[in-house]
């Protein structure tokens, strides 16, 4: 089981963790915010693929 966080202070709302994990992340007020904790193991992969993929480095995942 792992869980994923979004450090606030970095994440830039540009939105590509929602469109690569939408189970995980969504976003809200123009930041992205995790709604699935923990991240279900279905969407374990998509959701590690997302952290990667964010351009600000914002998305911790742990577990
Ligand atoms: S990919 Fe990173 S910067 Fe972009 S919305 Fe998600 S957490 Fe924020």
Same mark, same amino acid.
């Given at each position: 089981?792992?869980? !994923?966080?979004? #450090?606030?202070?970095? +994440?830039?709302?540009?939105?590509?963790?929602? !469109? #690569? +994990?939408?189970?995980?992340?969504?976003? /809200? @007020? !123009?930041?992205?915010?995790?709604?699935? @904790?923990?991240?279900?193991?279905?969407?374990? /992969?998509? +959701?590690? /693929? !997302?952290?990667?993929?964010?351009?600000?480095?914002? #998305?911790?995942?742990?577990?």
């Amino acid at each position: 089981m792992i869980q !994923a966080m979004v #450090i606030e202070e970095k +994440c830039t709302g540009c939105g590509v963790c929602a !469109a #690569i +994990c939408s189970e995980v992340f969504e976003m /809200e @007020d !123009a930041l992205a915010k995790v709604k699935a @904790d923990p991240v279900p193991e279905s969407t374990k /992969e998509e +959701c590690v /693929e !997302a952290a990667e993929s964010c351009p600000v480095q914002a #998305i911790a995942v742990t577990g």
